[in-house]
């Protein structure tokens, strides 16, 4: 297979922002993603969700077009789009055909430095926010894996993105705005492209675009502990849901391929450990896994089952089993398949142009430059066996965050 | 540019393909036709049971060869289990199609063994037990009963607990050998593929399965408006779901449906969306198409705070007796076009999407549609061939169900 290394570029605005492209000469596409240090730990410490609140609200009219109007024109170009915050970003995302672009990219301007914030769609912003907080007791899932980053990370980190319902409600217009301003600036915001692009003409784009805006960055809230160890919620829901979560290198460490790789024995395909031992053998469960998740500072691996309330116990048991054993490493053939696994998993999101507008945004915030599919697939084939089984072994999972929630407690083996 | 093709074994096992040269992935899946809705009550769940067994082993491999040998490929591969039909998939790279094919075809000749097939009747009702906790899903397999009624859409997917239970492997083989056959299934590829060498793979791997005639059952369907509302005081929101008649996977009608449930009820900009999302009223609110083999719906659907439950439900009726009064504008057919038509190219950038794209329009319809030539028909959809679409499909009789805490 021909493997050309993909043609990347980064610039940087004089007012902080950072655009980084890829052209993928394949495909008709183009992707981009423009992403603010404004997401959920950027939030007011009372005023937790108001990123996410904002996310919509800026859509509802910017520049001199209202609401309608700015929905028309992104419509008649065909963009499918996202707008949402996480913990670090608040970020727009547009896919597209890739000559539209030039005609969408003013329109992102408009909503990250000209929003309306029109007084009458505030409410409906805000009673959205709060139905989609209370929509999470239906959602037992997405609900654990709520409560376990909140109980496992320390705060700001942890915050629930989505918000906290009595913040929400105390909220008013005149503070939103003005935290429009403080949080929307181009100070360590990332502009991701990916797609049949030319980087010059996007560049002059951006420039044209974004070169006027300015502003200082938004500081983020300030740090406080992790809660830790065990938490159960009683609900009285037909599977009790089990999350775990403990502690793993930074992704910025080269030591995180060791980690990610250690996840995939865990957890890659269908032939992994947890789904093979827990599942398949036992039948104790449906859904069982474990993945690997960064911030900047802290990585983590975070790991989730659902049972009926009978065989939660074993569940449990059997899950900490797999992880604690680990430790004793793994084998030749298993580190081969985790390999492979995760370097097919380059080329298939190599494909897609709005996956690869996501991975140089990751890229730039973890590690300060973007990485080519190339870079990618070496990275995974450099590590030895024993580079593994050492980490592995220095890293041992000893104490971990456990949730669940569920009509009774189950017991933690520690 | 992509290229189509399309072989016959000589047990009629149809072997067809998309080419994609700037693709360098492949995409490869078996589709049965069958699912929930060849089913008989006693055998409930059975197509998606079995959909599980496929993985459990055959005679030269047990499941766990199964499983490691796709993750020593690097495949992402799976499988589900629809009213329609049962499909089996893996994305690869290139190299890897000789022994990704030998797995998967394998894998359609399964051992089904009674301790496999007893164990795995634990998964199953754990993943009964997981939709027992999604409401949306509660709301969709109950509002499927209270419109098609005796009508085998109205099947369970996953069956129940007590369908399940009682489940036999003896059941599930008489199943498996009058549903997977050629005849009754396609395999299907899009991608970095060389045909002639995915047909002598075939040939090589299914050349020897017996050949089957399976003839699916198309009853009338006898909707009748009604509302029928489920309490569950646990829940903390309000569900509605609406359904009625409109065109099948086979109507050349579906460009215009598509383009008509855009309109209303897009994520974006739709007219639910105005009227229940923008002014905060719904967290959810969708309309879109429920295309089958032989008929087909209109879905629409919408969460709320249950204090807004009446008036979510009266804004959904207002809007779609709106748009069968009045149509739609010139102004918006121009913007779903260009929005689908858009998700349609993006799409198509992908060989997983084609690949099953292609797999739904043989099983259907028998034929290979490029995406262009389905750009052209979205193309022709006008306010006069949406005005045609809803005087055979005049959005009633409407079946309206809802899920929630509250008495109605």
């Known amino acids: ?414 | 540019m992509s290229t189509f093709k399309h072989a016959k074994l000589p047990n009629n096992l149809d072997v067809i393909a998309e080419v994609m040269p700037t693709t360098k992935t492949a995409a490869i899946g078996f589709m049965v036709k069958t699912g929930a809705r060849d089913e008989v009550p006693d055998v409930s769940g059975v197509s998606h049971f079995l959909e599980h067994m496929m993985f459990k082993g055959t005679a030269r491999r047990t499941a766990a060869d199964i499983n490691r040998e796709f993750d020593s490929l690097g495949a992402r591969n799976n499988a589900f289990t629809s009213n329609e039909v049962t499909c089996y998939w893996a994305q690869i790279l290139p190299e890897y199609l000789a022994p990704a094919l030998d797995i998967l075809a394998d894998m359609m000749r399964p051992a089904l063994r009674v301790e496999d097939f007893d164990m795995e009747k634990n998964v199953i009702l754990e993943e009964i037990s997981l939709y027992l906790d999604k409401p949306g899903h509660i709301l969709y397999e109950r509002i499927m009963e209270d419109h098609f009624g005796s009508h085998p859409l109205a099947n369970s997917i996953l069956g129940s607990k007590e369908s399940i239970t009682a489940l036999t492997q003896q059941q599930m083989r008489d199943y498996f050998d009058r549903h997977y056959g050629p005849g009754n299934m396609v395999l299907a590829a899009a991608g970095q593929i060389d045909f002639d060498e995915l047909v002598e793979l075939a040939h090589r791997a299914c050349g020897q399965w017996p050949s089957l005639a399976v003839q699916r059952r198309y009853p009338a369907v006898a909707p009748a408006a009604r509302r029928h509302h489920i309490r569950d005081e646990k829940l903390k929101r309000h569900y509605l779901g609406t359904l009625c008649p409109g065109p099948s996977s086979q109507d050349m009608d579906r460009f215009s449906a598509a383009i008509l449930a855009d309109v209303v009820g897009d994520h974006d900009g739709s007219r639910l969306f105005w009227s229940l999302i923008e002014p905060g009223l719904a967290e959810e609110a969708d309309f879109s198409t429920f295309m089958h083999d032989g008929l087909g719906s209109f879905f629409g659907y919408a969460s709320c705070d249950p204090a807004k439950a009446a008036l979510v439900e009266e804004t959904m009726i207002k809007e779609l007796s709106h748009v069968r009064d009045d149509g739609v504008t010139e102004d918006e057919i121009a913007r779903s076009k260009t929005k689908i038509a858009t998700s349609t190219v993006l799409s198509g950038e992908l060989p997983l999407g084609r690949m099953r794209n292609l797999c739904s329009q043989w099983i259907y319809n028998r034929e290979f549609r490029t995406l262009e030539e389905d750009l052209a028909e979205l193309e022709k959809v006008s306010t006069q061939s949406i005005k045609l679409l809803l005087s055979k499909y005049p959005l009633s009789p409407l079946t309206i169900t809802t899920l929630g805490p509250g008495d109605n």
Not at chain 1, 188 to 195: E, K, N, P, R, V
Not at chain 1, 277 to 305: D, F, N
Not at chain 1, 391 to 409: K, N
């Open chain 1, 1 to 414: 297979m021909n493997q050309t290394a993909p043609m990347m570029r980064v610039d940087r605005l004089e007012n902080g922002l950072t655009l980084v492209m890829e052209h993928m000469p394949d495909v008709q596409s183009a992707a981009m993603v423009l992403a603010i240090m404004g997401g959920a730990s950027f939030d007011p410490e009372h005023g937790v969700g108001s990123g996410n609140v904002l996310s919509d609200w800026i859509l509802r009219g910017a520049g001199d077009r209202d609401s309608r109007a700015l929905t028309a024109a992104l419509d008649s170009l065909g963009v499918q789009r996202s707008c949402g915050v996480d913990t670090v970003f608040l970020r727009f995302s547009a896919s597209m055909l890739a000559k539209k672009l030039p005609e969408v990219m003013p329109l992102v301007a408009d909503i990250f430095q000209r929003a309306q914030l029109p007084d009458d769609a505030f409410n409906a912003c805000r009673d959205l926010a709060v139905g989609q907080i209370d929509a999470i007791e239906d959602e037992p899932a997405q609900k654990l894996n709520i409560l376990l980053r909140q109980q496992h990370l320390p705060s700001p980190w942890g915050r629930p993105t989505l918000g906290v319902k009595e913040h929400l409600t105390a909220l008013s217009a005149a503070d939103l705005r003005l935290d429009y301003r403080r949080r929307f600036t181009p100070d360590g915001a990332i502009l991701s492209i990916a797609g049949r692009i030319s980087f010059d003409q996007m560049h002059d784009l951006a420039e044209k675009c974004f070169g006027s805006w300015t502003g200082p960055k938004a500081a983020m809230a300030a740090p406080g502990p992790a809660p830790g160890g065990s938490r159960h919620v009683h609900q009285e829901t037909n599977q009790v849901q089990i999350g775990l979560a403990f502690d793993a290198v930074p992704e910025r460490e080269p030591e995180s391929i060791l980690a990610m790789l250690a996840v995939n024995v865990l957890s890659g395909g269908m032939g992994a450990r947890l789904f093979s031992e827990i599942r398949e053998k036992q039948g104790l469960c449906y859904a069982v896994h474990a993945g690997y998740q960064s911030l900047r500072t802290q990585g983590m691996i975070l790991g989730y089952a659902g049972t009926v309330p009978e065989r939660a116990q074993r569940t449990l048991d059997s899950f900490i089993h797999e992880l604690k054993k680990i430790r004793d490493g793994i084998s030749a053939d298993e580190l081969e398949r985790a390999r492979i696994g995760i370097k097919s998993r380059v080329v298939m999101n190599g494909e897609s142009s709005s996956a690869r507008a996501g991975a140089l945004l990751h890229d730039m915030y973890h590690l300060g430059r973007p990485r080519s599919l190339d870079e990618l697939r070496r990275r995974v084939e450099a590590p030895t066996l024993t580079d593994v089984n050492d980490y592995l072994c220095a890293h041992p999972v000893e104490r971990f965050t456990l949730l669940t929630i569920g009509p009774a407690e189950l017991t933690t083996p520690n």
